[in-house]
């Protein structure tokens, strides 16, 4: 991956201005190879703390969008609510109050990482469960009668019949919000998370070139949610193939 990158990034370098000291990023020089080796080793956090928080904020949100789809007005009211504040609330400011207030709040120690994990789950879950609800509710009626004629259960129904329907037709916008996590990932950087762009601030205070560094940082975040998105999409080519047999 490093060697992958250090060769996107020496194209793209040879075509921009050399009045910029693009030396701090070259792979052929020992400066630049360390140097892009220390932003890429922040790449690993990334992905471990995009993906954690994607898999809480998917099981959080099934759980808030299940009360949406009740016919009993008070555990509607508890969807909504719980999805108009989180919501209401930016992202950067939940993770500061995670990291800084919660602990005080709840007498616990919460690490970096665990602060931003629950910070972008709790931020992403509502949305998560929006998602699930407009993907339930776009199932056929006649589904659930055909699960009850067979006597299942609500639960059984839920993750039989329905759920698998569902997923199907929300994994773009599951796609979606996997490509969103990854670029929120980069302000837990605030709270001194060493993912990728925490590695390009500190890199930047020691070589006083930021607009070389955050061009690789960019390049980094580019090339990291192409392959993401091309993931999500052969996924889908699979999932559709699969349902065509």
Known sequence: MTRLFAAIALLGL????????????NPNTTTGWNNLKFLLSGLQHTILLSVTAIVV?????LLVALPGLSTRRH???VNQTYVEIVRAVPILVLILWVYYGLPTLAGISISVFWAGV????LSDSAFEAEIFRAGIQSIDKGQYEAAHSVSLNYVDTMRFVILPQAIKRILPALG???????KMSSLVSVIGMQELTRKANEL?????RPLEIYTILV??????ILIVSQGVRWLERRMSADEAR
């Not at 040879?14 to 990023?25: A, D």
């Not at 904020?57 to 949100?61: A, K, M, N, P, R």
């Not at 629950?118 to 789950?121: D, G, S």
């Open 14 to 25: 040879s075509g921009c201005s050399s009045s910029l000291q693009w030396y701090v990023v």
């Open 57 to 61: 904020s998917i099981v959080i949100g």
């Open 75 to 77: 555990w509607r009211a």
């Open 118 to 121: 629950v910070a972008l789950a």
């Open 176 to 182: 979606n919000q996997l490509v969103y996590m990854l």
């Open 204 to 208: 930047v205070v020691t070589e006083y």
């Open 219 to 224: 390049l980094e975040y580019l090339v990291l």
